[in-house]
């Protein structure tokens, strides 16, 4: 198993940028996939970013793409959400999660229900 603990967030005007960390213990952090996903009051839980096992692969959202950068530090069992370029509609509660894709044959994955441990969570919230 692995815990998750976001931190990071907070309120910030349009444009401004902040850096979401997510600090994981248990199980060996680099054995697992990385994904950040977010929900907005109202709405279904979404995909924001994604990170293989060591880094070399990443993957975003149409949405956040150019914005948002996730990056890994296996060292610090950490993964973050550097983002940049703020809006409004980037509100919500961040979330980053884990999943052990070994035996598979992809190394990332935007599929929340592929996603086996999550973290509580971080408000984010932008105005305008």
Same mark, same amino acid.
């Given at each position: 198993q692995v815990q998750l603990v976001e931190s990071g967030g907070g309120s910030v005007q349009t444009g401004d940028s902040l850096r979401l960390s997510c600090a994981a213990s248990g199980r060996k952090?680099? #054995?697992y996939c990385m994904g950040w996903f977010r929900?907005?009051?109202?709405? %279904?839980? %979404?995909f924001v970013a994604t990170i293989s096992w060591n880094g070399d692969v990443t993957y975003y959202a149409d949405s956040v793409k150019g914005r948002f950068t996730i990056a890994r530090d296996n060292a610090r069992n950490t993964v973050y959400l550097q983002m940049n370029s703020l809006k409004p509609e980037d509100t919500a509660v961040y979330y980053c999660a884990a999943t052990d =894709?070994?035996?598979?044959? &992809? &190394?990332?994955?935007?599929? =929340? #229900? %592929?996603?086996d441990y999550w973290g509580q969570g971080t408000q984010v919230t932008v105005s305008s």
């Open positions: 952090f680099s #054995d929900q907005a009051p109202g709405k %279904e839980r %979404e =894709l070994r035996s598979s044959i &992809v &190394v990332v994955t935007i599929n =929340l #229900d %592929e996603y």
